[in-house]
């Protein structure tokens, strides 16, 4: 394998996220017979769920964070900058786990990555669940931040490289699935768990508090995650990188069928691999820094995080708390709001490719900023005793689902599919990398400074992100060229 193409999805991005897929700037041509046959596809699609449980883990870790913020304050006393590094400190593992897994399943292969990543993931939570002191708790985040990273640079991988190619951009989207159904998920699970407590986050349940059982129980989803990847095959493409041909033809009899030419198609994914063009740092630069495709696609970025969204993934249960809302239905908003984040995921997979990604995106940017205007209006009501008026509230809890279903409905999935399909083959690698760069650290600004923010003025901080959707509008309409219906090789 020569490179890796990267989009990201963090929970937000909802998720986003990153997922990395193998391109060519060479693709062979594939007759049109050459499609699965039926009796196999039960069998792909086993294969390509399994792998997509990294997805759902990368979903779930992310987000179950939210269920505990309040309790991890109270139990180590802690201030709200202290506590937003706590929270935000797992994206250094995830940028790291993202960078390396790459290489690292080149030399060992996709499914040992796997393996890895669901061992950090259960070591995480256990970990993450039975801390003895705040820095104890940040390290084991880092931990399950790396697992993150890792889970989702192979899921995406994996699955391309093991789909027929007539069912590869369905069997594509089980990733994203999997991601936005992991975070809610997690929500429905910390809501479960806080009624278990009788509605108290530092509640106890068998001896332990139930924040800590919020925590710990991702090692059921990680446990099977580590025993399904003992039952998929290794990817074809890995297989022949290291020499391993016949073993290769097995499996790809097993996932396209006995009827496609198996030496044929070996030789077509080995001319792939020579084809491939690595792409540098230096590949990136022009006359003024990077040239200015690579700036369009770190302001798509940046502007997918800057409008706020992980903070309903990271926040949410603590930001009702904050208005006065008791945290069982905090709990159960956060939820909700989840099941939203389905729901616009899903209308955008429909549309995406129907009335064009610029249309959605600028769709998405508008809605967002009327409802991130609507939640600042109804926060600026809040009163001494940490409240919000009845209707005020009303319209903050309403608002904050529309602001979540826009953002899925268009940048939490157009911003992925730009970045795919916006870049010139020779830079398409290195652009992205640099893009999803760009989005973990604007991820990362946006965690770590919201706590204090909101402690500053909430109406305020929600000011802020409604004003970075509104930029957003004419960032698109200047500088973000629609992608539709272009090959790869005509972008420029």
């Not at 104890?136 to 790396?146: K, P, S």
């Not at 955008?348 to 009335?355: C, E, G, L, N, S």
């Amino acid at each position: 394998m020569r490179h890796w193409k990267g989009q990201s999805p963090m929970p937000g991005s909802a998720a986003g996220p990153l997922e990395f897929t193998l391109t060519s700037t060479a693709q062979p041509t594939v007759p049109e017979g050459r499609k699965a046959h039926p009796d196999h596809l039960g069998h792909v699609i086993f294969i390509t769920a399994a792998a997509a449980m990294g997805g759902f883990l990368f979903g779930y870790d992310s987000s179950v964070i939210n269920g505990a913020v309040e309790a991890i304050r109270s139990r180590y006393d802690v201030g709200s900058a202290v506590l937003a590094q706590v929270i935000a400190i797992a994206l250094i593992g995830c940028a790291i786990g993202a960078a390396t897994a790459g290489r690292i399943a080149d030399r060992i292969g996709r499914i040992r990555v796997m393996q890895i990543a669901a061992v950090l993931f259960t070591v995480s939570a256990v970990g993450s669940a039975l801390p003895f002191a705040l820095w104890d708790l940040a390290f084991w985040r880092v931990i399950g931040g790396f697992a993150i990273g890792m889970a989702s640079v192979i899921g995406p991988a994996y699955i391309a490289e093991v789909s027929p190619s007539a069912y590869r951009g369905r069997l594509g989207s089980f990733q994203q699935a999997a991601i936005v159904v992991g975070i809610a998920v997690s929500q429905l699970v910390n809501w479960g768990i806080l009624n278990l407590a009788d509605g108290k986050q530092r509640g106890t349940i068998a001896g332990m508090e139930a924040w800590q059982w919020m925590l710990g129980v991702m090692v059921v989803p990680a446990v099977l995650y580590g025993l399904l990847s003992f039952a998929i095959p290794e990817s074809p493409r890995y297989l022949i990188s290291v020499g391993k041909i016949s073993r290769a033809k097995e499996v790809l009899s097993e996932v396209e069928g006995h009827s496609v030419n198996l030496d044929t198609r070996v030789v077509e994914i080995q001319d792939a691999m020579r084809s491939e063009h690595k792409s540098t740092f230096k590949d990136l630069l022009g006359k003024a820094g990077f040239l200015p495709i690579v700036w369009v696609g770190i302001g798509l970025s940046v502007f997918q995080q800057l409008v706020g969204i992980n903070v309903a993934f990271y926040y949410s249960s603590t930001l009702w708390q904050s208005v006065g809302i008791d945290p069982s239905s905090s709990f159960f908003y956060s939820f909700t709001t989840s099941i939203i984040n389905i729901i616009g995921t899903v209308i955008a997979m429909i549309f995406v490719d129907r009335i064009g990604r610029r249309p959605l995106a600028l769709i998405g940017s508008a809605g967002m900023a009327v409802a991130l205007g609507l939640e600042a209006w109804a926060f600026s009501a809040k009163t001494a005793a940490g409240t919000l008026p009845t209707t005020e509230g009303t319209i903050a809890l309403i608002a904050a689902h529309v602001f979540v279903l826009f953002f899925a409905l268009s940048w939490g999935v157009v911003v992925w599919v730009f970045l795919g399909e916006m870049f010139p083959n020779k830079i398409r690698a290195a652009a992205l990398g640099v893009a999803a760069s760009a989005q973990w650290i604007a991820n990362w600004a946006i965690t770590a400074s919201f706590p204090s923010l909101s402690d500053w003025n909430l109406s305020g901080t929600y000011v802020i992100y409604m004003i970075f959707a509104l930029l957003s509008i004419p960032f698109v309409l200047r500088y973000v060229k629609e992608t539709k219906g272009k090959a790869l090789e005509e972008m420029g």
